[in-house]
């Protein structure tokens, strides 16, 4: 069972930085997609961003340019840096990792792993 725990959570300023980390069980080269979500208080989870395993990095509008997703494989660390940071960052924040492969009867199976989340909290 693959585990994925997320650290980094926590109060900062308005304008301020964070970086968020998601350690996985096994190395993150393995997975297609990794990705950060976030569920603000009251909404619906949405996507932050996404990284594929050949590097393809994604970003939801509403944070590029301020947001960056990263691996280490050396440590099977996704991270999340986050700059000028607002309001409208506060949520809880899970990572995702998504794996996709042949099973033994030749069926394509599929994977999606999410650990707990960390809360960020900018107040207005």
């Known amino acids: 069972q693959v585990q994925l725990v997320e650290a980094g959570g926590g109060l900062v300023q308005p304008g301020g930085s964070l970086t968020l980390s998601c350690t996985a069980s096994?190395?993150?080269?393995?997975?297609?997609?990794m990705a950060w979500y976030r569920q603000p208080p009251g909404a619906q989870r949405e996507f932050v961003a996404s990284?594929?395993?050949?590097?393809?990095?994604a970003y939801a509008a509403s944070v590029r340019g301020r947001f960056a997703i990263s691996k280490d494989l050396a440590e099977n660390t996704l991270y999340l840096q986050m700059i000028s940071l607002n309001s409208a960052a506060t949520a809880v924040y899970y990572c995702?990792?998504?794996?996709?492969?042949?099973?033994?009867?030749?069926?394509?199976?599929?994977?999606?792993?999410w650990g707990p989340g960390t809360l960020v909290t900018v107040p207005s």
């Open positions: 990284s594929t395993s050949g590097g393809t990095a």
């Open positions: 995702n990792a998504h794996e996709e492969y042949i099973g033994l009867d030749h069926e394509p199976l599929a994977y999606a792993y």
């Open positions: 096994k190395s993150v080269f393995s997975f297609n997609t």
